[in-house]
């Protein structure tokens, strides 16, 4: 049974950062591809940023280019996701995914994905 668990989330100011995890278990963990989703109260779930099962492609969402970072450890089945320079819109809970089998490239459509985790909280007060 795959398991997804996240966590590092929390209360920020406006500026400030934070490292989300992801820890894997249940699947081998270095073919999948993995994503990080975000929804707001209201809104739809909105794609973050994606890595490729080796870590060597990474994909991000044009409102976190240049802020987030995702990174993978597949040593430790754990994918991160770095977010610097936060910003009050960044306030949602944080999912993550793994694509739907293995060897697949990550895109940003949630259907897509499957094995999502609970998801971690982010706030972001200014």
């Known amino acids: 049974q795959v398991q997804l668990v996240e966590s590092g989330g929390g209360l920020v100011q406006t500026g400030g950062s934070l490292r989300l995890s992801c820890a894997a278990s249940?699947?081998?963990?270095?073919?999948?591809?993995m994503g990080w989703f975000r929804q707001a109260p209201g809104k739809e779930r909105e794609f973050v940023a994606a890595?490729?099962?080796?870590?060597?492609?990474?994909y991000y969402a044009d409102s976190v280019k240049g802020r987030f970072a995702v990174s993978r450890d597949n040593d430790k089945n754990t994918m991160y996701l770095e977010m610097n320079n936060l910003k009050s819109e960044d306030t949602a809970g944080y999912y993550c995914?793994?694509?739907?089998?293995?060897?697949?490239?990550?895109?940003?459509?949630?259907?897509?994905?499957?094995?999502w985790g609970q998801g971690t909280q982010v706030t972001v007060s200014s």
């Open positions: 890595i490729s099962w080796g870590g060597g492609m990474t």
């Open positions: 249940g699947l081998t963990f270095s073919t999948y591809s």
């Open positions: 995914a793994t694509t739907r089998s293995s060897w697949l490239l990550p895109n940003h459509s949630p259907r897509d994905y499957a094995n």
